[in-house]
């Protein structure tokens, strides 16, 4: 389920697939409300490892990683965020418990879509196309004795050994529980610095258009390497604190930079 581009506290989000989706950011914890179903039609539960993003498919399977602390675990994309773009992702209750995460502040974060296990439970949904398969017969078979070609003894013959053949959905990945196990994994932890940043582009000219927007921020250029080709990404940052953070997201925005987000770098 992905659903049409859509408009939250003045901004718009436009939902893609994203299987290899790897971010950086602040999280939230969702708040108790009225039984509910998710936006892909699950029931909305507190107390499962789950969370809601703005913009990934629907259902996804991610690694979700408290930088702060270094405690991880996997957890089920299901639903969608509350639209505020100062947040990466809302989870639940029960997730926030096993991270160790405050209920009522935000937390740095890094989330990571595993694409095998998102396919997987993209697969399982009632409805998805399937790759119509059909597996070999595993029925009995016949064997004619033949007679050995010319100057070859009866006794030079060999047997071969039988093949067994193994139908293709033995090989398919099988789809993830939708209340995923609470396993926690730990891991260094890694707060990082906090930064705002706005847009990478191929050409050095727009991105010093972009960084005179936010001048006054401190805006500066980075160039980075993607894949083969360079880039320049326009960054505001390190920022002392949360605080000041959102309001240089805010400025950002109200420049006329979409894109921008609070990433932890």
């Given at each position: ?55 990934i498919q629907l259902p996804a399977i991610a690694r979700l990683t408290n930088l702060e602390n270094g405690r991880e675990v996997t957890i089920r994309l299901n639903d969608r965020g509350s639209g505020d773009p100062h947040r990466l992702v809302e ?124 001048a006054a921020a401190g805006a500066r250029i980075v160039s980075v390497l993607d894949g083969r080709t360079r880039r320049f990404r326009v960054d505001v ?29």
């Amino acid at each position: 389920m992905l659903g049409k581009p859509y408009q939250a506290q003045h901004h718009w989000y436009y939902p893609d697939e994203a299987f290899d989706l790897d971010e950086t950011g602040l999280a939230s914890v969702l708040k108790d409300g009225p039984a509910r179903l998710t936006s892909d039609g699950e029931v909305f539960d507190q107390t499962a490892l789950a969370a809601a993003h703005p913009t990934i498919q629907l259902p996804a399977i991610a690694r979700l990683t408290n930088l702060e602390n270094g405690r991880e675990v996997t957890i089920r994309l299901n639903d969608r965020g509350s639209g505020d773009p100062h947040r990466l992702v809302e989870i639940t209750r029960r997730t926030a418990q096993l991270l160790e995460m405050p209920m009522n502040g935000l937390t740095r974060v890094r989330l990571r879509v595993l694409p095998t296990e998102s396919h997987a439970a993209v697969d399982a949904l009632p409805g998805a196309p399937r790759l119509a398969l059909t597996a070999a017969p595993r029925g009995g078979f016949e064997v004619a004795e033949l007679a050995p070609p010319p100057g070859v003894r009866q006794s030079d013959r060999q047997a071969l050994p039988a093949t067994q053949v193994v139908a293709a959905a033995e090989f398919q990945t099988p789809a993830p529980p939708l209340r995923l196990p609470e396993t926690v994994g730990q891991t260094a932890a890694r707060p990082g610095r906090l930064m705002v940043r706005l847009d990478s582009f191929d050409e050095y000219h727009y991105a010093a258009v972009q960084r005179a927007k936010m001048a006054a921020a401190g805006a500066r250029i980075v160039s980075v390497l993607d894949g083969r080709t360079r880039r320049f990404r326009v960054d505001v940052g390190p920022l002392p604190d949360i605080g000041r953070a959102d309001a240089v997201l805010d400025q950002a925005l109200a420049s006329g930079i979409p894109d921008a987000r609070i990433v932890v770098d």
